[in-house]
């Protein structure tokens, strides 16, 4: 089983070293890994991993059961073997767009959320651009624009943002309905790992995420269309 250990707080580490529990034709599996597995809308971190001998670039991350796959191209130099020492690099600026982007979705989403009583249906982040659904829904451009600009008020305020692991039973009393949701995540996971943006949002959440909201910049919202009866979707970018 890998152990993550970006996980609860430490979603800032880009370089680490690991030990091979696993070496197959196209991926390698640590015994504790920082590269950030896909999943919640967030894609996998990139990277490298190198070794004695050899290197290999990761393309993609993924889990597996327990474990955690770094999905590689053709290795340079020498395979490693089971036990070997092995550096990890992860790409640090995609990295930390991808921080940026997913704790301003965060805002956008409470701010909907506070506003219009709407729930986040989906979403997705990119480094350069991301996107959320929300349910039920209905915006005028002027909504948008609000949006807009309470999202980014929040930001201005540089409130912490804190990650850390709590008790189920306390996070399904303090998470607002239609915050989470927290009815697709199986019942055996205990304790829940949380990311609280000091008095604004309180949130059950895998994803990496910038420690202060000041690190995320200006909101953007570059479109607005529906996505069926009274789902709406909104994209957006960030400028520093």
Known sequence: MTEQRYLPDADGVTEFEATASEVADDFLVLDGTY????????????????????????????????????????????????????????????????????????????VVLDEYGAETAGNQIHADRSRIDFEPADFSEADVAEIERLSNEAIERDLRVSKAERPREEVEERTEEGRALLNLIPDHVDPLRV??????????????????????GRVEIT???SKGEATERIEFVLRD
């Open 223 to 225: 479109n607005r269309e």
């Open 35 to 110: 590269f950030y597995p896909e999943g919640g809308g967030q894609p996998a971190d990139r990277g490298e991993l190198a070794w004695d001998g050899g290197s290999a670039t990761v393309t993609t991350v993924r889990k597996n059961h327990g474990d955690v796959r770094h999905y590689v191209e053709e290795i340079e130099g020498d395979r490693p073997e089971v036990g070997d020492a092995v550096e990890g690099r992860i790409d640090a600026e995609r990295r930390e767009a991808h921080r940026r982007m997913h704790t301003a979705q965060h805002v956008v989403s409470r």
């Open 195 to 216: 990311v609280e943006i000091e008095g604004f949002d309180y949130c059950p959440c895998g994803g990496t995420h910038v420690d202060s909201l000041g690190d995320v």
